[in-house]
């Protein structure tokens, strides 16, 4: 399904009280809003109003069987929303507010608009860190659905300005806070009576869940097919560039624009002392600066597999599909 979509002047507000008051107008209106979280920034909607969640998928050109995240302030929130069986309570004990998505049985006559959980019985939540997005979601009143604030399949922002290049004309404002902290989106869990689904990893590891819950972790593979989507993320090609891009470089050839991961010849590096967290923190703002430097192609140097690593390689493969 195809829906129309205006054009707009964007205006890029510094995040403050008066910004944040302009902004959750803007929501009760209907409008979509990018906001920094501590992973991306995200364009928010009134996850209730199911046109202000149509303007979401319309500017960022996204397929409608790719569900939304929903993002809560606060306990009584979440808990009018989804229903939490024991091993959900023990993840959102541990990690809440933070960045952990559950995906939980919605609850009936929530009020959920139909289009966030793309049909689906179940709905991906998240209590967030970042003031900003607690801020909005308190000063509007309403639960926000809210994905990268990005165009559908492309680098994720970690800055307002990636959000004004993939979505300048599209929303009429981004809140600007500076560079997101933790620079991979969540991690997403299916928590389940005996076990632990994994169905995409971020900086909270298989290690910390099956520490918080007790279960084992199971992760649900690298690609799933479309009608098999149950939270976002899932796309086998992901978090793509415009170039091609190329995994495990040791060198870069001449016409590429190589990414670096310890000491080594490059142009950008992730993290010269090899840390996992500056690493996942410069990803995507890496990726940025090599898909609009004049090299043809953009390479990167092996990540290991180990922490966070599976996460960083996760969207590094779902970039290079």
Known sequence: ??????????????????????????????????VPTETVYGLAADATDDQAVAAIYAAK????FNP???????????KRIALFGESAQALADAFWPGPLTLVLPLIG?????PRVTAGLSTIALRMP???????????SGKPLAAPSANRSGAISPTRAEHVL????GKV?????????????????????????????????????????????????????PAEAIEAPGQLESHYAPSKPLRLNAMRGERDEYLIGFGLMPCHYNLSPEADMSEAAA???????????????????????????????NDRLKRAAA
Not at 189 to 218: H, N, Q, W
Not at 284 to 312: K, M, N, Q, W, Y
């Open 1 to 34: 399904m195809t829906i129309s979509q205006p054009h707009f002047t964007t205006r890029t507000s510094r995040y403050d009280s008066t910004a944040l008051r302009e902004a959750a107008t803007l929501i009760r209106a209907g409008e979509p809003v990018a």
């Open 61 to 64: 050109g996204r397929p409608s």
């Open 68 to 78: 939304l995240i929903v993002h809560v302030s606060d306990w009584p929130m979440a």
């Open 109 to 113: 006559g929530s009020g959920i608009a």
């Open 129 to 139: 860190a970042h003031p900003a997005m607690l801020g909005l979601i308190r000063e």
């Open 165 to 168: 290049a993939s979505l300048g």
């Open 172 to 224: 009429r404002m981004i809140l600007d806070a500076g560079p997101t902290s933790e620079g991979l989106e969540s991690t997403i869990v299916a928590p389940e009576d005996t076990r632990i689904r994994l169905l995409r990893p971020g900086s909270i590891t298989v290690d910390m869940l099956a520490k918080a819950s007790g279960l084992p972790v199971e992760s649900e593979g690298h690609h799933v």
């Open 282 to 312: 410069n990803l995507f703002a890496a990726l940025h600066i090599a898909d609009v430097s004049t090299a043809e192609r953009i390479a990167i140097a092996p990540i290991p597999e180990d922490g966070i690593g599976a996460a960083i």
